[in-house]
């Protein structure tokens, strides 16, 4: 049984089923045999997972115990060699899986449906304000999202408006509660939409920022993330040029592939634990893209269909001790966004109350704007800084990350919105 259910990892595994892979393998160490049926349950057609974040489907703390991830080393997450052209060797692959099983790191998908999103926390709201469910459908899909409409809005005033991509197994709720976005917007009186991803589209509700198909303008998941944004602007009195987009590890990486693709639609972005565009292409260069961090994204593939004319300003936030995506990849996107522009840097230090310390890198302009803020959050892991318990993946140690980024977006604007 034990050669039996080995070898159909193995299979798996190289066949590039790391999910199926990692469900045979807990089904094995629990004793039940994976027969061929169970092994070929989950439809081909969805993608893989390539985000961390995946690993569970509840809140965690920040780590502690653990060394900081080193810039330019591997983070221990899939044992993939970017300067190889060929899988890595089965038993070094399978090591890697049960080192992640035995530690309980994996969410059992044989233990519910692992399609299923958090049961949806109840994100407060004030008098007057609304959080509406709605569906975008054109040529390239359809998307479930929500948006928030604060109690402040008013029809005849232009609002700004924030889209909002969560992480990997998270739903626009679950989103939603954890940010505190809905808090922030309340004060400044902004629209928050939170478009979801689907299962069909990828098991682990991961949006597909590895995916070659999934990094050109309007076409793919750029496409539908667009439409939605066009949507509320239509279906709502939105200022654009005030429009602005942030995500969280696979939704970081989906931003960044936003404000390369589309720099007329979107006036800045944020990038929370996330990758630059073009980091990756493929399952193995993404793992490799996470595992030790890349300074080849260079976002061609969106590029070459919107040529950028401006620096789209981007807030950066990254753990030092993020050991899934490594933090590396933070300075990818910050170098990514500046395009070797001759920016003036400035350092500053903070500490948070009870909480984490970090830095914070200003990149100015000759005219003295900021066009791009990086804060590296010391000690803290793979989480949104400054969240809300009631949703997952957040650390309350940290910078309020929502904050700072609505505070930066506001201070962007377009310089040539679209009408």
Same mark, same amino acid.
């Given at each position: 049984?034990?050669?039996? =259910?080995?070898?159909?990892?193995?299979?798996?595994?190289?066949a590039?089923? !790391?999910?199926?892979?990692?469900a045979?393998?807990?089904?094995?160490?629990?004793?039940?045999?994976?027969?061929?049926?169970?092994?070929t349950?989950?439809?081909?057609?969805?993608?893989?997972?390539?985000?961390?974040?995946?690993?569970?489907?509840?809140?965690?703390?920040?780590p502690q115990a653990?060394?900081?991830?080193?810039?330019g080393?591997?983070?221990?997450?899939?044992?993939?060699?970017?300067?190889?052209?060929?899988?890595p060797?089965?038993?070094?692959a399978?090591?890697?899986?049960?080192?992640?099983?035995?530690?309980?790191?994996?969410l059992?998908?044989?233990?519910?449906?692992?399609?299923?999103?958090?049961?949806? +926390?109840?994100v407060?709201?004030?008098?007057?304000?609304?959080?509406?469910?709605?569906?975008?459908?054109?040529?390239?899909?359809?998307?479930?999202?929500?948006?928030?409409?604060?109690?402040?809005?008013?029809?005849e005033?232009?609002?700004?408006?924030?889209?909002?991509l969560?992480?990997?197994?998270?739903?626009?709720?679950?989103?939603?509660?954890?940010?505190?976005?809905?808090?922030?917007?309340?004060?400044h009186?902004?629209?928050?939409?939170?478009?979801?991803?689907?299962?069909?589209?990828?098991?682990?509700?991961?949006?597909?920022?590895?995916?070659?198909?999934?990094?050109?303008?309007?076409?793919?998941?750029?496409?539908?993330? %667009?439409?939605?944004?066009?949507q509320i602007?239509?279906?709502?009195?939105?200022?654009?040029?005030r429009?602005?987009?942030?995500?969280?590890?696979?939704g970081?990486?989906?931003?960044?592939?936003?404000?390369?693709?589309?720099?007329?639609?979107?006036?800045?972005?944020?990038?929370?634990?996330?990758?630059?565009?073009?980091?990756?292409?493929?399952? +193995?260069?993404?793992?490799?893209a996470?595992?030790?961090?890349s300074?080849?994204?260079?976002?061609?593939? %969106?590029?070459?269909?919107?040529?950028?004319?401006?620096?789209?300003?981007?807030?950066?936030?990254?753990?030092?001790r993020?050991?899934?995506?490594?933090?590396?990849?933070?300075?990818?996107?910050?170098?990514?966004?500046?395009?070797?522009?001759? !920016?003036?840097?400035?350092?500053?230090?903070?500490?948070?109350?009870?909480?984490?310390?970090?830095?914070?890198?200003l990149?100015?302009?000759?005219?003295?704007?900021?066009?791009?803020?990086?804060?590296?959050?010391?000690?803290?892991g793979h989480?949104?800084?400054?969240?809300?318990?009631?949703?997952?993946?957040?650390?309350p140690?940290?910078? =309020?990350?929502?904050?700072?980024? !609505?505070?930066?977006? !506001?201070q962007? +604007?377009?310089?040539a919105?679209?009408?």
């Amino acid at each position: 049984m034990f050669n039996t =259910d080995w070898l159909a990892a193995t299979r798996l595994t190289n066949a590039g089923r !790391l999910t199926e892979a990692t469900a045979a393998l807990q089904r094995m160490l629990a004793g039940n045999r994976t027969t061929p049926s169970a092994t070929t349950a989950t439809a081909w057609s969805t993608p893989p997972t390539i985000d961390g974040v995946a690993e569970s489907a509840y809140a965690q703390p920040a780590p502690q115990a653990e060394p900081p991830a080193t810039r330019g080393s591997g983070v221990g997450w899939l044992p993939f060699n970017p300067a190889a052209s060929v899988k890595p060797t089965t038993p070094r692959a399978l090591r890697g899986f049960l080192d992640q099983v035995s530690q309980g790191g994996f969410l059992p998908p044989g233990s519910a449906d692992l399609g299923s999103s958090p049961a949806a +926390p109840r994100v407060p709201m004030p008098e007057g304000a609304q959080f509406l469910a709605a569906t975008f459908s054109d040529e390239a899909g359809s998307r479930p999202y929500k948006v928030y409409v604060p109690s402040t809005y008013r029809p005849e005033q232009p609002a700004p408006l924030v889209v909002m991509l969560h992480g990997c197994t998270q739903s626009p709720d679950d989103f939603a509660a954890g940010t505190r976005m809905n808090e922030m917007a309340e004060l400044h009186t902004c629209l928050v939409v939170y478009p979801g991803q689907t299962t069909s589209a990828n098991m682990q509700r991961c949006w597909n920022w590895f995916s070659e198909a999934d990094q050109h303008r309007d076409r793919g998941e750029p496409a539908l993330i %667009a439409g939605i944004t066009r949507q509320i602007m239509r279906d709502y009195a939105v200022d654009p040029g005030r429009v602005y987009l942030a995500g969280l590890s696979a939704g970081g990486a989906a931003a960044a592939i936003m404000g390369e693709a589309y720099p007329d639609l979107y006036a800045a972005i944020g990038v929370h634990s996330g990758l630059a565009c073009g980091a990756a292409s493929d399952m +193995p260069s993404a793992f490799a893209a996470m595992r030790g961090g890349s300074m080849n994204g260079s976002g061609n593939a %969106a590029r070459s269909e919107a040529p950028r004319r401006r620096i789209v300003p981007v807030i950066v936030f990254h753990g030092d001790r993020d050991t899934t995506v490594n933090p590396r990849n933070g300075d990818a996107v910050v170098a990514q966004s500046t395009q070797a522009a001759r !920016l003036e840097t400035r350092a500053e230090k903070g500490q948070v109350p009870g909480g984490y310390a970090y830095t914070r890198v200003l990149n100015i302009q000759a005219d003295g704007r900021t066009v791009v803020e990086h804060w590296t959050v010391h000690g803290a892991g793979h989480a949104w800084f400054g969240g809300s318990s009631a949703g997952s993946y957040t650390d309350p140690r940290g910078p =309020d990350a929502s904050r700072e980024m !609505l505070r930066f977006f !506001l201070q962007h +604007p377009h310089p040539a919105p679209i009408a």
